[in-house]
Antibody, heavy 119, light 106 residues
Framework: QVQLKESGPGLVQPSQTLSLTCTVSGFSLTSNSVHWVRQPPGKGLEWVGAIWSGGSTDYNSALKSRLSISRDTSKSQVFLKMNSLQTEDTAIYFC?????????????WGQGTLVTVSS | DTVLTQSPALAVSPGERVTISCRASESVSTLMHWYQQKPGQQPTLLIYLASNLESGVPARFSGSGSGTDFTLTIDPVEADDTATYYCQQSWNDPWTFGGGTKLELK
C-alpha cells in the first residue's frame, strides 16, 4: 500500500540549512508527484512545494528563494532543503501525495516530522 | 497566489447541521478539497474535487460549490467531528490551503 515517511534532524540552529527526506513505498516517483506541507505549532497548514512525476518542481512563493526539492527515484526518496532557517520555520513537516482519482486532493500523508529551529 | 478564506471557528450541538465555508480570491474551478485534522494527527481527506466523498468517509459529510465559493456540510454533526477543517485548492499554482475552521461541539 501507499506509504510515506519523513525523516530529519529534529533540531536545527537559526541560519542553518534544513534537510528532510521523504521515503515512499507502494508507488513510483516517476508516475506520481510528492508534495511537502508544513504546520507550525498550533497553526494552520501551509503548502511548501512539490516535485512532479517528470522531475519539475513548484514552490511556495514566500519560500521559493530558500527552498529546493529533489529526488532519487532509485531509492524512492524525495528531499527538501531549506536554507537560512528562522524560528518561524519551526513546524511539523509532512510529505503527501494525491490519489490518481482526487485531482490534487492529498489522499496519502506521512506521519510528519517536527523541526524545531532554535539555538 | 490564491487566498482561501475560512471562518476561524464554529460551535454547534450534536445532531445539528453545520456548513463550513471557503471563499477563494479567484476561481479554482472545482479543484477544491476538504480535510479534517484532529490534534496530534495528520490531516485526512474528506472531499475531493469539490463534491466527491473520499472512500471510508461517512455520508454525513458532503461538499458543494464551484468557482470561488465552496461549502463543506456535516449533517448530522456527531461528537467525534470535533476537529479543524481545511480547504485546499489545486487549480492555481502555487497550491494553497485555507486558514482552517475549528469546529467545537456544545
Amino acid at each position: 500500500q501507499v506509504q510515506l515517511k519523513e525523516s530529519g534532524p529534529g533540531l536545527v540552529q537559526p541560519s542553518q540549512t534544513l534537510s528532510l527526506t521523504c521515503t515512499v513505498s507502494g508507488f513510483s516517483l516517476t508516475s506520481n508527484s510528492v508534495h511537502w506541507v508544513r504546520q507550525p505549532p498550533g497553526k494552520g497548514l501551509e503548502w511548501v512545494g512539490a516535485i512532479w512525476s517528470g522531475g519539475s518542481t513548484d514552490y511556495n512563493s514566500a519560500l521559493k528563494s530558500r527552498l529546493s526539492i529533489s529526488r532519487d527515484t532509485s531509492k524512492s526518496q524525495v528531499f527538501l532543503k531549506m536554507n537560512s532557517l528562522q524560528t518561524e520555520d519551526t513546524a511539523i513537516y509532512f510529505c503527501t501525495r494525491s490519489g490518481y482519482y482526487s485531482g490534487g486532493g492529498f489522499a496519502y500523508w506521512g506521519q510528519g516530522t517536527l523541526v524545531t529551529v532554535s539555538s | 497566489d490564491t487566498v482561501l478564506t475560512q471562518s476561524p471557528a464554529l460551535a454547534v450541538s450534536p445532531g445539528e447541521r453545520v456548513t463550513i465555508s471557503c471563499r477563494a480570491s479567484e476561481s479554482v474551478s472545482t479543484l477544491m478539497h476538504w480535510y479534517q485534522q484532529k490534534p496530534g494527527q495528520q490531516p485526512t481527506l474528506l472531499i475531493y474535487l469539490a463534491s466527491n466523498l473520499e472512500s471510508g468517509v461517512p455520508a454525513r459529510f458532503s461538499g458543494s460549490g464551484s468557482g470561488t465559493d465552496f461549502t463543506l456540510t456535516i449533517d448530522p454533526v456527531e461528537a467525534d467531528d470535533t476537529a479543524t477543517y481545511y480547504c485546499q485548492q489545486s487549480w492555481n499554482d502555487p497550491w494553497t490551503f485555507g486558514g482552517g475552521t475549528k469546529l467545537e461541539l456544545k
